[in-house]
């Protein structure tokens, strides 16, 4: 195993849970999901399509975001927002990323104490 | 006409719960035409787009396996060390017993070849029986969303250290019901008749006049072997003791069972009288034969000292510094 091989595994395991939090954050203005898509991308979180839209499912299942059929354009597009319950979701995420980040911060400036 | 987005997305809905189609469907229909708009934007060909979008988007299975939670795996990381080891206890006699069974049934109903025959159907068939049973309950287990009742693994579970061994179970065991047998062999051999003679009547194998004279030693040499095997089989290794009373009771046995048999003392002359063998084919096929046998023990005899001073090295080599 070399270092390419391993890095992108590593990174993997790093961003695993991040596509969820950066669609709550997201969706807090209202978007469909191609255009999610391109947003997370634009921002540097590249999330696969058949990821994606998999999750959407599963959050609006879970009842972290709402949605609703746009049919105003030429074709019908399902728009998703977060919900009051994915907001407090996205608070509890939030605050524990940061805490990793503290945490990671401190060990990094440290060591081993 | 039906379109590739249509194949895909009839492909992908076909494997999740039927409450759910339309909507994941209209949902992927929707998306997938979003994608496919947005790469024609960029100035490529509708087909190609299209084609690109899908590939991308992977096996049909495999995405609806996201949308529905499907496990992809027969028995997952939960279950497989619990399947393994059930698998690995049940194939270790269930088989046996099924192929001992049906041999022993085949052999009531048929003769000995039935019995064979019966014996590798039955543990060919057992293998699979375990294999096809234990997986099938694991998988359904797996999908099943229960307790299963299969007890947390505790730190008491945990198997005690082997100890290290050079020589593995099997050898001394086999050695010392090998030694059982030619011993049960020689003292039936100079004891029953059941060799019949042309001119009618049994005569025993061997000549029963070795009893007074080499057969104890004989006998002696093979008790030596067993109770050396039976040390081998609780200490695990070979030591310069043990290769030194293997060397002592092997030369016994060649000594006792190889002079008579060169001397041609060792089978029964009544009945070698009514074979009517010729002189030298008999001698020499005795010689022959004893050479094999003496060959043989040279190489246990070998082997004997050779692992005792592989052992007292690797002994040594371990007390001294590593440089």
Known sequence: ?113 | MTTLTDRYVHATVRSVPESRRDEIAAELRSSIDDMVAGRVETGEDTESAERAVLTDLGEPGRLASQYTGEKLQLIGPRYFLVWKRITIKLMIWVPALIAVVSAGSAWINGDGGDAIGGFIAGLLSGIVHVGFWTTLAFAILERANVDSGIPEWTVDRLPSVPRKRDIPVAEPVAAIVWFVVVGVFLVLATSVAWFEVDGGGKEVLLDSGLWSGWLPLILLSLAVSIALEVVKLVTGHWTWALAIGNLAASSLFVVAAGWPAVQRELLNPDLVASFGWEADAYRYASIGITVGVAAALLYSVIDGFVSAARRSRTAVESVEPVR
Request: glycine fraction near 8%; charge should be negative.
């Open chain 1, 1 to 113: 195993m070399t270092w390419n091989d391993t890095l992108p595994t590593h990174l993997q395991e790093l961003r695993r849970g991040t596509a969820v939090v950066a669609s709550l954050a997201a969706l807090r203005s209202p978007g469909h999901g191609y255009r999610l898509l391109q947003t997370l991308g634009d921002a540097g979180i590249n999330v696969d399509a058949n990821t994606l839209y998999p999750l959407l499912r599963r959050l609006e299942d879970q009842g972290l975001l709402t949605s609703e059929w746009d049919t105003t354009e030429s074709r019908p597009r399902k728009v998703y927002r977060t919900s009051a319950d994915g907001e407090q979701m996205l608070d509890a995420l939030l605050t524990d990323l940061e805490a990793v980040r503290t945490a990671i911060a401190t060990l990094t400036d440290r060591g081993i104490s």
